[in-house]
C-alpha cells in the first residue's frame, strides 16, 4: 500500500520523505488555508519536493469552472493531480478531463456506487471518507473493502484512496482490504511507527548493555 501525506506542511512532508514513505500527498482547501500561504506556491513547492501524485482541488462548482480550473492546476507541475468533487457537475469534470490526459482524484465518496460512477467518469483516484463515516456511526472501512471488491470485478484501473483517516486502525484495515493508498495527516504518521513497548525495550536493552564487562 502506498502512502499518501495528507498535509501542506513542508515541514512535516520532509520529515517523512527522508524516511522513504512519503508516495505522494494530497491536500485540499482547509490544508492549504492552514499553511496561510498562496495555494499556486505551496503546491509547486510540495511537487518539487515529493516525486509523486500531489492533489490539488478545484473550487468551482459547475463543470465548466472545475474543468478552467483543472487545466491551469495542470500546467503548475507534471505531478499535480486535479481534486474533484463527486457531483454531477464532477463527474462530467471527470469525463472531459479523463480524454484530456489530466489525472483526477474524485473526493467525497461515501458509498460504493459514488465510487464505481467516479471510476466509470475516468477518475484516477477515488477517496472513499472512512473517519466521517466512522462519525455518524457507519463502518468507514466496509466501504473501502466492497468499493475494492467492485473495482476489481470489473478490471478498473482507478486506485482507491483510504482518505479521513484517523488513527492506527484505519491505516491497518485499509491494508488488509486492499486499499492502493492511504492518505495519512502529518501528525499522525509518528504514531505509525512508535509503540510503548518499543521504547520499553530499547531502555531495557541501554540499561543491560551498560552490565557488560568492558575490557579496561
Not at 15 to 42: S, W
Not at 187 to 206: A, C, D, M, R, V
Request: net charge negative; hydrophobic share 45%; proline share 4%.
Amino acid at each position: 500500500m502506498k502512502f499518501f501525506l495528507d498535509t501542506a506542511n513542508i515541514d512535516e512532508i520532509k520529515r517523512v520523505k527522508r524516511l522513504g514513505l512519503v508516495n505522494g500527498v494530497t491536500t485540499n482547501p482547509t490544508i492549504i488555508a492552514h499553511e496561510g500561504r498562496d495555494f499556486e506556491e505551496v503546491i509547486k513547492e510540495i511537487c518539487s519536493i515529493v516525486d509523486g501524485p500531489v492533489s490539488a482541488e478545484v473550487i468551482g462548482l459547475t463543470t465548466e469552472e472545475m474543468v478552467e480550473e483543472a487545466r491551469v492546476l495542470a500546467t503548475w507541475a507534471p505531478n499535480v493531480v486535479v481534486k474533484i468533487p463527486m457531483t454531477e457537475a464532477g463527474l462530467a469534470a471527470v469525463h472531459i478531463l479523463s480524454k484530456e490526459g489530466i489525472k483526477t482524484n474524485v473526493t467525497l465518496i461515501f458509498t460504493v456506487a459514488q465510487g464505481l460512477m467516479a471510476a466509470k467518469a475516468g477518475a484516477t483516484y477515488v477517496s472513499p471518507f472512512v473517519g466521517r463515516l466512522d462519525d455518524i456511526g457507519t463502518e468507514g472501512l466496509q466501504l473501502i473493502k466492497r468499493l475494492k471488491t467492485v473495482l476489481s470485478n470489473y478490471n478498473y484501473e482507478t486506485e482507491i484512496i483510504t482518505a479521513s483517516v484517523r488513527n492506527l486502525q484505519h491505516v491497518e484495515e485499509a491494508a488488509i482490504a486492499g486499499a492502493d493508498i492511504a492518505t495519512i495527516p502529518g501528525n499522525l504518521f509518528p504514531k505509525l511507527w512508535s509503540h510503548p513497548l518499543t521504547e520499553k525495550g530499547i531502555k531495557q536493552f541501554l540499561e543491560d548493555w551498560k552490565k557488560v564487562p568492558k575490557k579496561e
